[in-house]
């Protein structure tokens, strides 16, 4: 039986007829058609299907769609704005931090969350708070140096 979950998703009302138990991951993917969540572990270890629920960093493989009823999810299609990239999504690029692609969506929507946190994280509180993504390239210092990166040009530096 489908039910009616409403939610604001990048920015946008929208509503969807669905199984409310069905996992955020699935219904913005297969409902929505937004593939830069990705699927990567399904068990909620890797990271890779982070989006944003409140501006804090939910693994939507684990997330009912019922539970985000009434609130704000960001994807990383909802990051960049008027076609300009986010200067986090800019420092990935840069400092060559997505080599295969496949974990980045997740990796640049949690540090996206840790720089609101922290905006000037030293480079362990970046290595902790990014400790629950993993990247199979091992690009994880690159992946550091972005955000690094990121928390300068987000505080009007480069």
């Avoid at 409310?20 to 299907?49: E, I, N, P, S, V």
């Avoid at 994807?75 to 986090?88: C, D, Q, R």
């Avoid at 993993?134 to 210092?141: E, G, I, Y």
Wanted: contains cysteine; hydrophobic residues 40%.
């Amino acid at each position: 039986m489908a039910d009616s979950v409403s939610f604001t998703l990048n920015g946008t009302p929208t509503t969807l007829k669905v199984d409310a138990d069905q996992m955020l991951l699935w219904a913005l993917r297969t409902d929505l058609g937004l593939t830069g969540t990705k699927f990567g572990c399904g068990k909620g270890y890797c990271g890779a299907c982070t989006v944003l629920v409140g501006n804090k960093p939910v693994r939507s493989c684990h997330v009912p769609v019922k539970q985000v009823e009434g609130k704000d999810v960001i994807t990383i299609e909802g990051l960049a704005k008027n076609g300009k990239l986010h200067p986090i999504q800019e420092a990935f690029v840069e400092h060559g931090a997505l080599q295969c692609g496949f974990c980045t969506p997740g990796m640049i929507l949690g540090a996206y969350s840790l720089l609101l946190e922290n905006p000037r994280p030293a480079r362990a509180d970046i290595i902790k708070g990014m400790d629950g993504h993993l990247c199979r390239c091992a690009a994880h210092k690159r992946i550091v140096e972005a955000i690094e990166s990121a928390a300068q040009a987000m505080q009007g530096g480069k």
